[in-house]
């Protein structure tokens, strides 16, 4: 019997799609432009900080979150042989691998341990394969020597060959979690370039796409002022007069589509 005082769970959040297009677009932007247009839409802190890039190239991506959240190992439950060759709730890592999509990143929560590896190279292989766009935790992976030189975006803490087992079970799949002090949805748009890995709202991804591509317009041309010697006063931030000029270089640099 439910008692008088509990509470009624809220609804789940509806989860707002975001199309390969989107994405595509958002994949181009910088992260500079991304934080300051969420700031100036009330979202402080966006981005995973402390989370550094595994790959030795590094390559702009957006793609949806796929989430996996972590909680502390059990010696009676976390033993090699969870890792069987049939799915189980005893090892949901191997069932949240082969439920990734094309566009997915997967995000998880290692509540910032990384005194175990959160997965390694054939996890991550298999979910490239997949068509996963990135790979983020806020612990560490293992075989960083094979996932350097991987052509899919993988972001962490730090490297550790100790195994999964050791310290981490996976307790959830497409949950709202925490990944470097930043909540998480399922679906939210996760951004990388070569600076920081960025967490977009599902639901501003296309308003932040054409924020973002008009802002980093703006700033190249701003920034070739700059480096010509002009003070910023006025320049940047940019004056009416500065946005005005900055139209009339446009204009006058880039024709119109249809013409001859």
Not at 66 to 81: G, K
Not at 100 to 108: A, F, S
Not at 129 to 144: K, L, P, Q, S
Not at 157 to 163: L, N, Q, R, V
Request: aromatic fraction near 6%; glycine fraction near 8%.
């Amino acid at each position: 019997m439910k008692h008088p005082h509990t509470p009624t769970p809220a609804p789940m959040r509806e989860a707002v799609p975001v199309s390969d297009a989107v994405l595509d677009r958002l994949a181009k932007i910088s992260s500079g432009s991304l934080t300051t247009q969420l700031y100036k839409k009330g979202f402080r802190q966006p981005v995973l900080v402390g989370l550094k890039p595994v790959n030795k190239t590094i390559r702009r991506f957006a793609g949806r979150a796929f989430t996996m959240r972590f909680i502390p190992a059990r010696e009676d439950i976390d033993t090699y042989a969870t890792l069987t060759t049939t799915p189980n709730a005893d090892n949901l890592q191997w069932v949240g691998v082969e439920q990734v999509q094309p566009g997915d990143v997967l995000v998880i929560d290692s509540y910032r341990d990384g005194r175990a590896a959160s997965m390694g190279n054939m996890l991550i292989t298999r979910m490239k394969m997949r068509g996963a766009r990135g790979v983020i935790t806020d612990g560490a992976f293992r075989d960083g020597s094979e996932l350097a030189d991987m052509d899919i975006a993988v972001w962490s803490a730090g490297i550790t060959a100790t195994t999964r087992l050791s310290y981490h079970h996976v307790a959830d799949l497409q949950v709202p979690i925490g990944c470097a002090g930043v909540a998480v949805y399922p679906g939210d748009v996760v951004h990388g370039d070569g600076d920081n890995i960025t967490v977009i709202p599902a639901h501003l991804a296309e308003e932040m796409a054409a924020l973002c591509e008009a802002q980093d317009d703006l700033e190249g041309y701003l920034a070739q002022r700059v480096a010509a010697g002009e003070s910023l006063w006025g320049l940047y931030p940019p004056s009416a007069e500065t946005r005005a000029q900055h139209q009339a270089w446009v204009a006058a640099s880039r024709p119109p589509i249809d013409a001859k």
